[in-house]
T-cell receptor, first 110, second 115 residues
Framework: LAKTTQPISMDSYEGQEVNITCSHN???????ITWYQQFPSQGPRFIIQ???TKVTNEVASLFIPADRKSSTLSLPRVSLSDTAVYYC???????????FGTGTSLTVIP | GAVVSQHPSRVICKSGTSVKIECRSL??????MFWYRQFPKKSLMLMAT?????????EQGVEKDKFLINHASLTLSTLTVTSAHPEDSSFYIC???????????FGPGTRLTVL
């Protein structure tokens, strides 16, 4: 299983773009990358998922370079309500077990 | 998006009693569901994989006789914490695998407090 490494915490001011980078050097050919958001005392919420290049949805973008050894979650114009823990997961093509890393605790400052 | 519910959201019990937590996928069928636990300020830890119609697969170090899992239908999995003790107090979260979306959707979690 590919281990993921993320910054433990980040701070950002409201309205700024936030980029959270995740390292996954041992990612396998068929693995894909998934990001979740978790608020205190709630279950994780799916944000975005991708295999390579760039994926964008209504809440975030995911950038994956050609070697796929890292990925960057980009949150445009964050607000106070984006304060949460963000988890990067590398998901195997089979089995589908999720093994969570430490996550990144994002604090948005007014 | 897909919705997963858990019941109860919060439970307090006495040491030695058993507690059952339900996990339901409300708008999709899930052959596979997962159970996690999370301690304060810590990450989620996978406990077991629940497969509809078959035995659950437990992660290393998780006692299968302590944490009984039943996945009797395509929309319901239950976790029973047997003979609960204070050290079992935690936040238990389930997820359901959506084959259509090829990802997991998580329930809101159940806060268990054992006195």
């Amino acid at each position: 299983l590919a281990k993921t490494t993320q910054p433990i915490s980040m701070d950002s001011y409201e309205g700024q773009e936030v980029n959270i980078t995740c390292s996954h050097n041992n990612i396998a050919t068929n693995d894909y990358i998934t990001w979740y958001q978790q608020f205190p005392s709630q279950g994780p919420r799916f944000i975005i998922q991708g295999y390579k290049t760039k994926v964008t949805n209504e809440v975030a973008s995911l950038f994956i370079p050609a070697d796929r050894k890292s990925s960057t979650l980009s949150l445009p114009r964050v607000s106070l309500s984006d304060t949460a823990v963000y988890y990067c997961l590398v998901v195997p093509s089979t089995g589908n077990q999720f093994y969570f890393g430490t996550g990144t605790s994002l604090t948005v400052i007014p | 998006g897909a919705v997963v519910s858990q019941h109860p959201s919060r439970v307090i019990c006495k040491s030695g009693t058993s507690v059952k937590i339900e996990c339901r996928s409300l708008d999709f069928q899930a052959t596979t569901m997962f159970w996690y636990r999370q301690f304060p300020k810590k990450s989620l830890m996978l406990m077991a994989t629940s497969n509809e119609g078959s035995k659950a697969t437990y992660e290393q170090g998780v006692e299968k006789d302590k944490f009984l899992i039943n996945h009797a239908s395509l929309t319901l999995s239950t976790l029973t914490v047997t003979s609960a003790h204070p050290e079992d107090s935690s936040f238990y979260i389930c997820s359901a695998l959506s084959e259509e979306a090829d990802t997991q959707y998580f329930g809101p979690g159940t806060r268990l407090t054992v006195l």
